[in-house]
């Protein structure tokens, strides 16, 4: 065997389950995200985007395992991921850690985690596995059932209380039970049922999630507390005009002006400095990866495949509208990080996760099928 | 049963690729939604976003312009600037300040004075201003401060400049005092339209100079334009526009002449002021007590407030200008300057002085000083001995309202002009004056008798003048009746352009002050000199090296009973006689005029005479006051003046 033939062999390996379209679009994003970052953490350490950057690669690395898993072994870690996931989750409900008057974190002796990260994951997986062990004899109980699944976790997250990722974690498991087929009829009054439930559930809601509202349909009402993320973020971003004012040279994020710069609010420093042609960009960026997200799942073949494909396609979808629509002020503020792009390992891992999911059905399709 | 299963798979196949599409459409309006968002703020808004963002970065910041000096009238410094380390405390940022400057005084030290003068800035000061807490701090606490700062939010270092007095209590009258702004000062600065010039600037002149002058001394304030982050910290600089540094003030004083005079008072009260007669420059202005202004620079603190305020000795009165006393004898030479004026008297009309004055159809009688008379007495003479009974006689046969008007146009009973604030008019009898001033009472004791004007005709009764105003008089005469403005500035000088202006030009365009007969004033001059050669302050001025001439006086505070003899050491210290001597030398071209006011001191012979002998022995001789010698004189056995 040639050095030749063995660094192709070498190469197959690594790149067999890949998906190009997918990877070439990720690396764009990640050196974005890496160029920004740098400069919302003030263009003067590489500590963050070095930081950032071992994240991608910690994420590409077990993205290249879950490309690599076949659909079906991923569909028989659905169930204990899942279990995990809510036995965690339920811990937290006991004997969770509060901070900033929010219980979310666990101890477990060697670290502390966010159990509720596991659920964007898990929460899809079951109900895929789910609606693909019941394909045969898809009945009304069976979508009684799926909701059942779907609200459980989700409550228990909201009663953290975290609205944010209750959201995330219920629309990733709606999207499955969308995609499965749910009637429109069903769909429709479920949507008239939530609608003329809001006033019932308002004042269930914390005072800071109602003022979250309240800054959304007015910010200047609270310029200094709730209110100023959103001036703060818009300011940003339409002072950065058509093309930005440049690299490292946003005042709004160099000045510290934009609060969680190179997290949650990322997108305003990099409105601010690429300006209307970089957001453009990015959003393009976003429609390649759902894009092919949702190419990937039409052409799956099987039904756990096609729903969790999709499932994981629309999810990124949401991470990047909410954030965006967030820090445009076209959505209340709720704590989701801009996908590929925030700061913070544990999110950039669940969305490589993710990829990873997308990559193993659109590679693995060959063998299933028969 | 496989062909229905491929058959629902197809179905199932075609309803997921339905909703994908759905969804995939719904996703491309959100994203359009995200973008119509993006060109709303980044296109059409742009340039207000724009104005906003440059509205964060960018702050002007005052930069406070340095004080004007002030000097004397040999360039001795007498106010001056340093910058020095302040630790400031935002109040309404601390939440326990109690507990934190507990914690503070482990890294900078913060005496009980301290914590008393801060108590009190506080309650004077509105929440959100930014308060010294601790004022010139040494090199090692700004830098131990520095390391600890994360550990006391709302508190700052800044450099600041302080104003310095070096000669401590010496002219504090004439030099007034700088202070914090406060609420009056505040609301002076906005009638004024400086409020933009003050940005920055906490402290202003209070009294004298420094609160006369404060708009020559202020300067312009200068601005820079910062780049601030969120936290209001300044970045960088992006341009300045430079303070113009205060106008520096000299004055008239001469410091050396003032730090002599106010040796000689001792322990004492009383005051003195000399002028320059040719130009109205007033050489010393004294006033005792003093206080030291540099307690006033950082904010006083309450012990030491009290102290200056309650004391009987009132440090805190500038008596030259603020304290109105009976001239007693002293007024004499200007009563007859007013009756030659008025053409009442000639100089050779002479009375005989049988030691009393008697008015016809009055049981009243008025004594002289001197038991049996001084006999025949003319002008020359009756300022000389003092002569009482021609001017019980002058007055009784002038009316007060005439008397009033030749005095007011030396400048009694109104304003010197000086150029410092707060002077005051002091009491000038006359009909009008009385009826005002019991108008409440009775018409009976409203209305002027004519024994109202023989105790006024020898500058008791109803009369009180200020030593200012004496001197002022005194200077007139010396200056051969033509009077000039008192004034404590000589020049300014403008620090922009370097240019100088004499205060003499400004003056220049100020109406003159009424000027008097040559002749008549002569024959004035000449008889103070006679009280000097062989009057009333002979003994004192024997062997003087240079000529003067001068006026004792002594004035009552209290009156006695008919018969009763005035015996000071039976009186309570606080209601003796005050003692006056004005004075000017040489007698023939005069350089200096003066009044000096011994506060309960006695006979002006006696214990103001040898203080005014001692100021002109320095002025003219260089010769330093002996203090023993002083002391000596001052205690010689009673002389009647």
């Known amino acids: 065997m040639s050095l030749r033939s063995a660094i192709n062999r070498v190469f197959d390996i690594l790149t067999r389950r890949l998906d190009a379209p997918l990877m070439v679009t990720m690396i764009v994003l990640a050196a974005i995200s890496l160029t920004v970052i740098f400069s919302a953490s003030g263009g003067n350490t590489f500590d963050r985007a070095l930081g950032q950057l071992r994240n991608f690669c910690v994420a590409l690395v077990v993205m290249w395992i879950v490309a690599n898993m076949p659909p079906l072994l991923i569909m028989r870690l659905a169930i204990p991921v899942f279990v995990v996931g809510l036995a965690l989750l339920i811990g937290v409900a006991v004997m969770g850690e509060t901070r900033n008057n929010a219980r979310r974190w666990l101890n477990l002796g060697f670290g502390v985690i966010q159990p509720s990260e596991i659920m964007k994951i898990a929460m899809p997986l079951l109900l895929a596995w789910y609606f693909h062990k019941r394909e045969e004899s898809l009945r009304l109980a069976d979508y009684a059932i799926a909701i059942l699944l779907l609200v459980v976790p989700s409550a228990l997250v909201m009663r953290q209380p975290d609205l944010g990722t209750a959201i995330l974690i219920f629309s990733a498991g709606f999207f499955v039970i969308f995609l499965a087929g749910l009637s429109w009829k069903i769909l429709l009054a479920g949507a008239v049922a939530a609608a003329a439930a809001i006033p019932f559930a308002w004042p269930f809601l914390h005072d800071y999630q109602k003022q979250r509202v309240y800054t959304l349909l007015d910010p200047t009402t609270d310029p200094l507390g709730a209110g100023y993320h959103i001036i703060q973020s818009t300011i940003a971003i339409g002072s950065g005009g058509w093309l930005g004012k440049g690299w490292l040279a946003g005042s709004q994020a160099q000045l510290d002006f934009i609060p969680e710069r190179s997290t949650d609010f990322i997108f305003a420093v990099y409105g601010e400095e690429f300006g209307l042609v970089g957001g453009l960009l990015l959003i393009a960026l976003y429609l390649v990866i759902i894009g092919r997200g949702l190419m990937i799942a039409m052409n799956a073949p099987t039904t756990f495949s096609r729903l969790i494909a999709g499932a994981v396609t629309l999810s990124f979808f949401t991470y990047a509208f909410v954030n965006m629509g967030m820090v445009t002020g076209i959505l209340p503020v709720v704590g989701v990080p801009l996908p590929l792009m925030s700061y913070g390992g544990t999110a950039i891992l669940s969305l490589f996760i993710g990829i990873g999911i997308l990559m193993s059905v659109s590679t693995h399709k060959q063998l299933v099928a028969t | ?641």
């Open chain 2, 1 to 641: 049963m496989i062909g229905s299963t491929i058959r629902n798979r197809e179905l199932e196949i075609n309803v997921f690729r339905g909703r994908a599409l759905f969804a995939g459409f719904v996703i491309l309006i959100a994203l359009s939604v995200v973008a119509a968002r993006l060109i709303y703020l980044q296109v059409i808004k742009r340039d207000h976003y724009y104005t906003l963002a440059e509205a964060n970065r960018i702050s002007l910041l005052p930069v406070v312009p340095n004080r004007g000096l002030i000097l004397d009238r040999h360039n001795e410094v007498l106010a001056a600037n340093y910058s020095a380390y302040t630790l400031d405390v935002m109040p309404s940022r601390v939440k326990n300040l109690d507990a934190m400057l507990e914690e503070l005084n482990t890294i900078v030290e913060i005496q009980p004075r301290d914590k008393r003068r801060f108590k009190r800035l506080l309650e004077e000061s509105k929440n959100f201003e930014s308060l010294p807490i601790r004022n010139r701090l040494s090199e090692r606490e700004v830098a131990r401060f520095a390391v600890n700062r994360y550990r006391f939010p709302g508190f700052e270092i800044r450099p600041r400049l302080f104003r310095n007095y070096p000669h401590g209590d010496v002219a504090s009258h004439a030099l007034g005092y700088i202070g914090r702004i406060n609420d009056a000062d505040l609301k002076r600065i906005e009638e004024a339209d400086l409020t933009s010039n003050y940005r920055g600037t906490d402290h202003i002149g209070k009294l004298g100079i420094e609160g006369s002058y404060e708009n020559e001394l202020h300067g312009t304030t200068g601005t820079e334009q910062v780049e601030i982050d969120a936290g209001g910290r300044a970045m960088r600089s992006l341009a300045t526009t430079a303070p113009v540094a205060g106008n520096d003030l000299t004055l008239t004083l001469d410091i050396k002449l003032q730090k002599v005079a106010e040796q000689l008072f001792g322990e004492g009260r009383g005051s003195m002021v000399a002028i320059e007669p040719s130009t109205g420059e007033i050489l010393a202005l004294v006033s005792r007590p003093g206080f030291d202004p540099n307690l006033f620079v950082d904010g006083i603190d309450p012990q030491n407030w009290d102290l200056l305020n309650t004391s009987l000795d009132k440090p805190l009165l500038n008596r030259a200008l603020r304290g109105a006393y009976p001239p007693g004898s002293t007024l004499k030479p200007f009563l007859a300057l007013s009756a030659l004026e008025s053409g009442k008297r000639t100089p050779q009309q002479s009375i005989s002085d049988p030691g009393v004055f008697r008015l016809a159809g009055v049981a009243h009688y008025w004594n002289d000083d001197k038991p049996g008379g001084h006999g025949v007495v003319d002008m020359h003479k009756s300022i000389v001995v003092s002569c009482d009974t021609y001017y019980y006689q002058l007055a009784s046969e002038t009316d007060i309202d005439e008397t009033a008007k030749f005095l007011r146009a030396l400048g009694f009973g109104t304003k010197t002009g000086i150029d410092i604030d707060g002077e005051l008019e002091g009491t000038l009898p006359s009909r009008q004056w009385k009826s005002n001033r019991f108008a409440k009472s009775t018409s009976e004791a409203r209305k002027w008798y004519v024994g109202d004007s023989i105790s006024a005709g020898i500058g008791q009764g109803y009369n009180s003048f200020t030593p200012l105003q004496l001197a002022h008089a005194t200077a007139t005469v010396a200056n051969d009746g033509i009077a000039m403005r008192p004034r404590l500035v000589r020049q300014i000088t403008d620090t922009a352009t370097g240019k100088v202006r004499s205060t003499a030009e400004l003056d220049a365009n100020k109406p003159a002050p009424k000027n008097f007969k040559p002749e008549n004033v002569a024959v004035i001059k000449a008889a103070m000199a006679g009280v000097v050669t062989e009057g009333t302050g002979a003994r004192v001025f024997a062997n003087a090296g240079y000529v003067s001439a001068g006026k004792t006086g002594t004035a009552q505070v209290f009156g006695m009973k008919r018969g009763e003899k005035y015996v000071a050491g039976r009186i309570n210290e606080r209601l003796r006689d005050h003692a006056w001597y004005i004075a000017y030398a040489p007698a023939d071209k005069p350089t200096i005029a003066l009044a000096v006011m011994v506060e309960n001191g006695g006979f002006g012979g006696t214990a103001a005479a040898p203080i005014a002998k001692a100021v002109l022995d320095f002025y003219l001789l260089g010769k330093k006051p002996d203090i023993n010698k002083l002391k000596a004189a001052q205690s010689e056995p009673t002389v009647s003046d």
